[in-house]
């Protein structure tokens, strides 16, 4: 494993877990300072999602361990600055429990780890585990159940950690699927309301956030147009009250009847904004929405695919909320740069044009609101694997670039201090396992 970065490293060996540690002699951004592995001897581990818990001490990574006739919910903890293993958590409800999302509370006292877990009699259920932080002890389970199959697909905490919200679909009697969110008391895990959206054909959200003040949630993704003669989906976009899950506003963008889809949701310090697909014509090209607080639409934008098949999968605002940042996939991993306030592009890159074949699934922002980091996965050649891009995040120019042999990178994170980079996904070594690398920023 040392050889597929071409650094010098020491191994440490934890039990259930593999950590390499690099030489802090001279080095340089793009350096790996550690890479830490899920490796259970043969188990199948596959990561859902990361989390960093506020004062930069606790990387929180969740995933789903086992094979087909039985799964789990695996988290664990690690110190971020060294890769160390500090707890790990199972879930373990019935014989399919599929971990999705996860998030952590704005004080780092609590995470919360989302999924769909197999129920006797009810199908897919959403299944909701809090852990305290420091020690991985559960605090509260709470599942939310009906009569159908029940899937989240996001989670997200108030800022003042009094809320978990959770999100995601549920198969309607009539073979279609509704959206259905649900809030959670932080402390005790108790169902403070839960709330539909129901079209009479497939609904289903693919991206959420907690405003900053707490105040609402904002879900995006996709629903059927039932007037387009071909029935293809537009994005929708909701806001729901934190207090109530009384809807705040709601938003359907459908652009000339092409096929639309909301990706994602970041909330800026003046406003919300939504990723996603837009096709107009025969190709789909990604799409940028931003609307003021108020629900009211200030600007879109479509990044022209030129012939190609791309969309925005992830998207993220620089601490000064004065930029924002969409990547997505397609093969060249379009990304680009707006300013947040007029729409205005201020670069964009087709990262991965010289790839072969190249998908943004994770996008970041440096502290210093300096450097913008994107991972995902490339393949060509006969060859393949997770890489991650730094680039400058007033040129768009590459700072450092890292392309690894194996796996695919989901998620990546910019810690508070500035020092590092946290990149996770999957990797595909001797068996299926998630794993961490951590750079020099």
Known sequence: MAGRHGRSM??????????????????????????????????????????????????????????????DFRTIAYDALTGTEVWEA????????????????????????????????????????????????????????SRRADVPS???????????????DSESRRSSADWVTVAYDATTGARLWKRSYKTPRVDRPQGCSATADGSALVVTGFTYNVISP???????????????????????????????????VAVGPDGVFVSGITNVGNNPDPLLLAYAPTGAMQWRRRFPSGGSWEYGTNLAVAPDGDSIYLTGEGGTMPTVAYDA??????????????????????????????????????FGEGDDGALTFALNALTGETVWQDL???????????????TT?????????????????AYEA
């Open 230 to 264: 071909r029935g293809v989906p537009d994005v929708v976009t909701i806001s729901y009250s934190v207090a109530t899950g009384g809807e705040l506003w709601r938003d359907r963008y459908d652009g000339r009847n092409g096929w639309d889809e909301g990706t994602d």
């Open 341 to 378: 306030s007029s729409g205005a592009t201020r670069w964009a890159r087709r990262v991965g044009q010289t790839l072969g074949w190249a998908e943004g699934e994770a996008i970041a922002i440096a502290p210093d609101s300096m450097t913008v980091y994107v991972a995902g996965w490339w």
């Open 90 to 145: 199972i879930y373990d409800r019935g014989d399919h429990d599929h971990a999705v999302a996860i998030a952590v509370a704005a004080d780092g006292s609590a995470l919360y780890v989302t999924g769909a877990s197999l129920g006797v009699d009810s199908g897919a259920d959403y299944a909701t585990v809090a852990y305290e932080t420091a020690t991985g002890s559960q605090l509260w389970e709470a599942v939310y159940q």
């Open 154 to 168: 996001c989670i997200a905490v108030t800022p003042d950690g009094s809320t978990v919200l959770v999100t995601g």
């Open 10 to 71: 020491a191994v440490l060996l934890t039990a259930g877990l593999e950590v390499l540690v690099a030489s802090s002699a001279l080095a340089a951004p793009g350096d790996v300072v550690w890479v830490a592995t899920s490796d259970q001897g043969g188990e199948r581990d596959r990561f859902a999602g990361s989390a960093l818990s506020p004062d930069g001490s606790r990387f929180l990574v969740a995933g789903t361990s086992g094979g087909r006739s039985s799964a």
């Open 404 to 418: 690894s042999h194996s796996g695919s990178a989901w998620s990546v994170v910019a810690p508070p201090s500035g």
């Open 421 to 437: 980079v946290l990149v996770s996904g999957d990797t595909y070594d001797d068996s299926l396992d998630y794993q961490t690398v």
